[in-house]
């Protein structure tokens, strides 16, 4: 089951709703029906589970989400089985039956749902058929289909909302994380990349190259084209850069006309090799809406032995010192910390290194 994160379920208006109608409409009334037919223990029951399931609404953040979830939906599976008991000389409750599978699914995701669903409809079943077999040749059939069909359609509308909801879920961090003009990473997606980057290389000796790559006078294109132009040069640079480097390499703009690129798997050796054919490949190029574009670039080996922060600075040092050559070149930092040590700027590497601690 995927968990369902605080700020998302708070943020499911449907989700909300359903879960405080139930707990605070159908399960009382339910209840107060039960209470007016003798069923007293049922009534209890019912109450219990709206109490229940309002307390997974409220406390969920102090609890934890994933087994908040988990505990309080079987609990919840627990009492509908416990309040179908003491009416087992009638028609089963369709309000457990309609309600609760989807409450289990919507609530608690597919597989946990589905599990708690069959283990609802088949405790109850066996339950008629052990201890109330004379209701159950009483009833008419249509009653029974009536049931099954309640049954049925509550859990194939809570799966399909449920599917629903995943793919939506899966876009919003989709767009939550990309550049809407470019398509690539931003600034938010790839430092969660990076993240998960520091966590294999604290596992693996494998090294990673950073790269910052920064457009040579952009501000002149937006001057003197315009803005649509220079937004038509971000993307089209974006597209050069995907048929360049490969999959497995994170590619962001980290701010305006500036790209962040780790290619991971990849020493500075190799990937020295890789950015100077994309800086040559940009320099040659006539397809791009300007009549020339090149590019700074300063790369910067990330291993185990280096932090984050250090092999961010060291590669925007190194861009610096590519801009003190006279731009559209591509400076390791192992030579900008050799011959450009007055091109680092010391205001932006302290906000690099905020930024990555």
């Known amino acids: 089951m995927e968990p369902v994160l605080p700020r998302q ?53 102090s609890l934890g989400v994933h087994r908040s979830i988990q505990v309080t939906l079987v609990l ?35 597989r946990l749902g589905s599990i708690l669903t069959a283990a609802h409809f088949s405790a109850i079943a066996v339950c008629y058929l052990s201890f109330a077999k004379p209701v159950v ?14 049954f049925l359609t509550a859990t194939g509308i809570a799966v399909s909302y449920e599917r629903v909801q995943r793919q939506l879920r899966k876009r919003l961090h989709a767009l939550a994380d990309h550049d809407p003009l470019t398509g690539l990473l931003n600034r938010r997606g790839m430092e969660k990349r990076l993240t998960e980057l520091e966590s294999f290389l604290r596992r693996h000796e494998v090294p990673v190259t950073l790269a910052l790559l920064d457009i040579d006078h952009f501000k002149s294109v937006n001057d003197e084209h315009g803005h649509d132009v220079g937004d038509r040069v971000l993307k089209e640079l974006a597209r050069e850069m995907r048929s360049v480097f490969r999959e497995s390499d994170y590619i962001a703009r980290w701010g305006g006309e500036e790209f962040l690129v780790a290619l991971t798997s990849t020493n500075i050796a190799a990937a020295t090799k890789v ?13 791009f809406s300007i009549p020339s574009l090149t590019l700074s670039m300063g790369a910067a ?53 905020n930024q990555a601690s």
């Open 275 to 287: 950015l100077e054919r994309l800086r040559a490949q940009i320099a040659e190029s006539s397809e």
């Open 137 to 150: 040749n009483s009833l008419p059939v249509g009653i029974w289909i009536q049931v099954g069909l309640a």
């Open 76 to 110: 919840m599976c627990i009492l509908a089985v416990l309040g179908s008991v003491e009416k087992l000389d009638s028609t089963p409750n369709f309000a457990w039956f309609s309600v609760m599978p989807f409450l289990y699914i919507s609530v608690g995701g597919i």
């Open 9 to 61: 379920l708070i943020n499911q208006p449907t989700l909300v709703r359903l879960m405080m109608g139930i707990a605070l409409i159908i399960l009382p009334a339910v209840a107060w029906i039960d209470f007016r037919q003798g069923y007293y223990f049922s009534a209890a029951v019912e109450l219990t589970a709206a109490g229940v399931l309002l307390a997974m609404v409220f406390l969920i953040r």
């Open 301 to 353: 080996e990330w291993n185990a032995g280096v932090d984050l922060a250090s092999a961010l600075k060291q590669a925007d040092v190194a861009l610096y010192g590519a801009k003190g050559k006279g731009r559209n070149a591509l400076v390791p930092a192992i030579e900008a910390d050799g011959n450009h040590p007055e091109s680092e700027p010391p205001a932006r590497h302290d906000a690099l290194l």
